[in-house]
């Protein structure tokens, strides 16, 4: 129950100027960024790189901490890919998941964080699909940061994944936990790190 009063934000860098994406965290009341990147490094934003970013946001007063390696969408064990799709669902079973999800709640009761990656849209990004979901499920508030500064709960999210799937009329033969488990499912299928896509960014690095 005591989670229940503690909200965790998410947001996406995307192509935004860093004045832009300090005035989003400002008018969210943001005190601290987790970056949940595999890789926090940015080749056409590096304002966005780790460094760079954790020192621009110090000078701003706002907290930064890496949590890439617990939290991180790309992950290296095959065991973890389902037909070379990153499988969200296996991913959050690990311990390293459950201690990165241990701490970005621990640090909600001290700072307003938000859970940062590079996607614009949090339907496209493993910081919504994946870890928002399993700190939604934990009883934890979570809204998303958008780059109009609009802010989205989570169970907004949660009802376009069910439209999205088809899954949005009641079906009496379907738990509803059954029904939200496999809209998700469907949505990460789509936009889940593939090593398929990643191999083809390198064979045509390789080619150039």
């Known amino acids: 129950m005591a989670n229940r009063a503690i909200e965790v934000l998410t947001i996406g860098h995307s192509t ?8 989003l965290l400002r008018q969210a009341s943001v005190t601290a ?3 949940v990147r595999t890789a926090p490094f940015s080749r056409h934003f590096p304002h966005f790189n780790r460094d760079v970013l954790c020192e621009e946001l110090r000078q701003d007063k706002v907290a930064y901490v890496f949590l890439g390696a617990e939290l991180g969408g790309r992950p290296k ?6 037909d070379g799709v990153a499988d969200y669902e296996k991913m959050a079973e690990t311990d390293d998941f459950a201690r990165g999800l241990d701490r970005v709640i621990k640090g909600a009761k001290k700072f307003r964080i938000a859970l940062m990656c590079s996607e614009h849209d949090p339907m496209d990004c493993h910081r919504c699909l994946l870890v928002g979901r399993a700190l939604h499920e934990r009883g934890i508030i979570v809204r998303h940061i958008l780059s109009s500064g609009q802010l989205v709960d989570h169970n907004q999210i949660e009802a376009r994944l ?3 799937s088809g899954k949005s009329d009641i079906d009496l033969f379907e738990p509803p936990a059954k029904q939200i488990a496999s809209a998700y499912r469907d949505r990460a299928t789509k936009v889940a790190f593939s090593e398929r896509k990643d191999n083809s960014k390198k064979s045509a690095i390789v080619e150039q």
């Open 16 to 23: 935004l100027p860093y004045e832009r994406f300090l005035a």
């Open 33 to 35: 960024i987790a970056d």
């Open 77 to 82: 064990d095959t065991q973890f890919f389902c």
């Open 162 to 164: 069910m439209e999205m």
